[in-house]
């Protein structure tokens, strides 16, 4: 490719004391060079063309640096070559990664060997803005920038608009891409439909670890949680809807605590209007989905839940997800673009009658309607960063 590495080592930058704090980088491709230079703009900064091979050699002879970043793309066996990196990097050297494998577990191994950060290609500001940055230069890491799992909530604008069917799904569909660990927490404890669209009972597990944070350890996952397959558990409750519920703050913090250590992925179906007790599962959502129909009802809704979402975690973690897109009778694209002030950031079609089955059969719609798992991979893939780049997402990926 024949890429312009604009930045390249200056005089000054080679002379020893100021270059302590230096953090050097060796990718091979342009974009990435340019995600490197807005997202760690104001550092000390070098970039060269080259992989970790390259690295390597460089530090055989030149340790003066705080960080390296450095390309592994195309390389066979990463491993090695981390060994014999390793072998002349000064341990205080922080090392990250950018490369082609998307697997978690390979992310998992290179953690687990001291690495900084590792990135996916192709890299883009905001993810260099966001996962290197406090990393390598100490500035303070945004709150989702711990080892929990990854919780994402999921509220309906309007009673029927497929907060349900889509937290179910997606946990499905998250575990299926990603091999991770899912768990599906339905925070209706009365009324709540998740177990009734799997075909399962809950227990009094998650109700009693609510009500009395203390008395639950991780213990309280093997009595609540119910097996949905390999890889996705339940917690969900059923109480009767005449019963008073003692549901704090504390005791959805505490258990949203534990489900972060066991799981990869929590999916959260949130009531909405958000009782005070459940906001710290907004505070700690990477993705908060609003999902709305195309309706007045829904339209005004969504602009409100966008508000309080924003007001509680903050901008950014807010996605509109439009559900039953084109249904006849429903408002027109143009006017819910305008009522929304921007296109809704994801859609789902109307998948017809299938999915109303689905949920009478008890069975998750995923198994029922084929075109489902097509319409959920770009939600899966804003989620994850796991599968192509085809289509309509991929512009998101390149930051355009
Ligand atoms: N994209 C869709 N196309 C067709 N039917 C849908 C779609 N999404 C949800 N449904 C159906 O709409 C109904 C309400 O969905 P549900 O998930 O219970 O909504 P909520 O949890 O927001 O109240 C269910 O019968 C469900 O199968
Ligand atoms: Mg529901």
Known sequence: MSVNMAVMESPEETTSVVTRNRIVC???????AAALRKGLDG????????????ATRMLETDTDLSALVTDISGIDDPFTELERLASVCPPDVKVCLIGENREITFYRELMEIGLTEYLPTPITRDMVLDQLRPKLLGEVAPAQNDRGGHVVSICGAQGGAGATSVAINLALQLAETTKAKVALLDLHLQGGETAVMLGVRP?????IALENPMRADTLFLERAAIEV???VVLISGDEDLDAKLDITEAGVRHVLGLLRQRFNYVVVDVPVPFPAS????????RHVLVLLEAEVTGLRNAHALRNAVTNIAGKDRVFTLLNRADRPGGLPRATIVKALGAEPDMIIPDLGKGMTQAVNLGVPALKHVSALRR??????????????????????????
């Open 229 to 231: 397959n390999d890889r």
């Open 203 to 207: 227990g009094p597990g998650l109700r």
């Open 375 to 400: 319409h959920l991979a770009p939600i899966v893939r804003e989620i994850t960063g796991v599968g192509s780049r085809k289509k309509a997402g991929w512009k998101r990926w390149l930051g355009l």
């Open 26 to 32: 060796f990718v091979n491709d342009e974009l990435s």
């Open 43 to 54: 550092s000390n900064l070098v970039i060269r063309r080259g992989t970790i091979r390259h």
């Open 278 to 285: 459940i906001y710290p599962v907004i505070q700690m959502s």
